[in-house]
């Protein structure tokens, strides 16, 4: 079986680090991968052509200085069905206003809010 | 003697006797004359006696044309009688229909006055009217005057409500981003077994999440600090001695860039304003040029001063690799926000501060750039 693909999407490399750390305590065998830079997930993302259908899964950060989580959504919302339908996106930040969360639930693309900082816990409730 | 006397006697009596004859013949001739008279006297009254008859005849002829006429006369009497009752009648009538007239003469007299007065009422009401449209007139100036001064406040609450709105996102984000760490680090320090190298990536991070914490309330700090500030006491400044201190101030930055400032403040030579304000607008546009300058190319500043409709506008020019708008659109004077990110040192403070700094004096502030060519910076002052 192929192993679950966890892409984290922060600029913020701490967070990243405790991302990774609660991946790996939940799900040992995780693929992880990491941009810092929201324009570059994208852009891996939109390349994306697996020929297996393993979904990943997204954690995207809100509060990013060029392209906000938003607007990574926003533009996510425009890639081709097929590419769409192999990610799942979290909105993880450390946003602790309702609206931020309100937002995220409402958004199609995405799946659920979590708020920093990832843990296990957390980990597991997406699975 | 006696004899003697007794012939006397008798011729004194035949003597008498003589006279006494003739006094008879007298008297019967005067007797004759006075039955003559007698008979003519009778015979005048004989004549007058029918003429008493002819003229009693005209009489009663006469007496009974005076009947007749009298007769008519009362017939002529009550016709009069009647034409006087008729006359009568019609002069109480004309009593009456004149009272009537001297009474609707009266009433209109009435109603004249009545007229009268309600014209003055009329009059007085127009007044009356005229001095509420005056009063009107003034109170819709006032509430255009309040409208515009009830416009004023809501442009000001909406650029509150927005202020409020970037403290809640500082808060949620900026704020809160650091302490999250802080969260989950101090939760895998707790954990026992942690191999060295990861114990000291956390310790790092840990590091790394307060200094940033501290750097953040120092901003939201040095932001809160503007708004108090407006108060501050503005001044005279004199725009050529102003850059040339700035340009002093960083001169070793600008001769390290091999940079070149211009400016030309001949239009509009001074201002009054806040100086702390505008030494930060002048400081964080001229490094902003200096860091995101094109590789190649020396950096030209140009500094204008402009007056456009009774407004000071200060124009900054640069050459610089500019900005594409069209992605980073209103995000530019957003708090934190950057878009050369690996070109140069900060964290999206310089151009919010600007901005921050200039809407709290009034003004505006609006960007205009093309990549690869420069970017301009318009500063509109309220005064």
């Known amino acids: 079986m192929t192993p679950l693909r966890f892409i984290i999407v922060d600029n913020d490399p701490v967070n990243n680090l405790l991302c990774r750390l609660a991946i790996k305590d939940a799900v040992a065998d995780a693929d992880i991968l990491a941009f810092s830079d929201p324009l570059k997930a994208f852009q891996y993302i939109s390349e994306h052509d697996e020929s297996n259908n393993r979904v990943n899964i997204l954690l995207l950060d809100i509060n990013m200085p060029v392209w906000s989580g938003w607007d990574f959504v926003d533009h996510f919302d425009k890639l081709d069905n097929k590419i769409k339908s192999r990610f799942k996106i979290y909105m993880l930040s450390s946003s602790i206003d309702n609206n931020d969360k309100q937002r995220a639930v409402e958004n199609k693309n995405v799946v659920d809010y979590i708020e920093k900082p990832l843990t296990e816990e957390k980990v597991f409730s997406l699975l | ?383």
């Open chain 2, 1 to 383: 003697m006696d004899s003697i006397s007794k012939s006397d006697e008798l011729i004194n009596v035949n003597k008498e006797l003589a006279f006494q004859k003739e006094e008879k013949k007298q008297r019967a001739a005067e007797l004759a004359i006075a039955n003559k008279e007698l008979l003519f006297q009778n015979a005048e009254k004989e004549k007058r006696a029918e003429e008493l008859a002819i003229a009693n005849k005209e009489l009663i002829f006469q007496n009974e044309e005076k009947e007749k006429r009298a007769e008519e006369l009362v017939i002529a009497n009550k016709e009069l009688i009647f034409q006087n009752e008729e006359k009568e009648k019609r002069a109480a009538e004309l009593i009456i229909a004149n009272k009537e007239l001297v009474f609707q003469n009266a009433e209109r007299e009435k109603r004249d006055a009545e007229l009268v007065i309600a014209n003055k009422e009329l009059v007085f009401q127009n007044q009356e009217k005229e001095k509420r449209a005056a009063e009107l007139i003034i109170a819709n100036e006032e509430l255009l005057f309040q409208n515009e001064q009830k416009e004023k406040m809501t442009t000001d609450l909406i650029q509150r409500n927005k202020d409020l709105e970037q403290f809640t996102y500082i808060i949620s984000h900026n704020l809160r981003a650091p302490v999250a760490n802080i969260i989950g680090l101090s939760y895998r320090l707790q954990q026992t077994g942690l191999p060295e190298d990861l114990r000291n990536q956390v310790g790092a991070g840990l590091s790394t999440s307060v200094t940033k914490l501290d750097e953040v309330i120092r901003d939201l700090n040095d932001i809160l600090k503007i708004r108090q500030k407006v108060d501050e006491s503005k001044q005279l400044i004199n725009f050529t001695k102003f850059a040339s201190d700035i340009q002093l101030s960083i001169e070793k930055m600008i001769v390290n860039e091999n940079a070149v400032i211009l400016w030309n403040f001949t239009e509009a030579e001074e201002i009054v304003t806040i100086k702390s304000y505008l030494h930060s607008i002048f400081f964080n546009l001229i490094s902003n040029s200096l860091k995101y300058r094109q590789p190649n190319v020396p950096p030209i500043i140009k500094i204008t001063s402009r007056k456009i409709d009774c407004k000071i506008v200060l124009l900054f020019e640069d050459n610089g690799i500019g900005i594409d708008l069209s992605t980073a659109g209103e995000h530019v004077f957003g708090l934190y926000k950057r878009f050369h990110p690996d070109m140069a040192e900060g964290k999206g403070m310089g151009l919010y501060m600007v901005k921050t700094q200039v809407e709290s004096m009034g003004g505006k502030i609006s960007i205009s750039s093309e990549v690869n060519a420069g970017t301009q910076f318009r500063i509109e002052f309220n005064s």
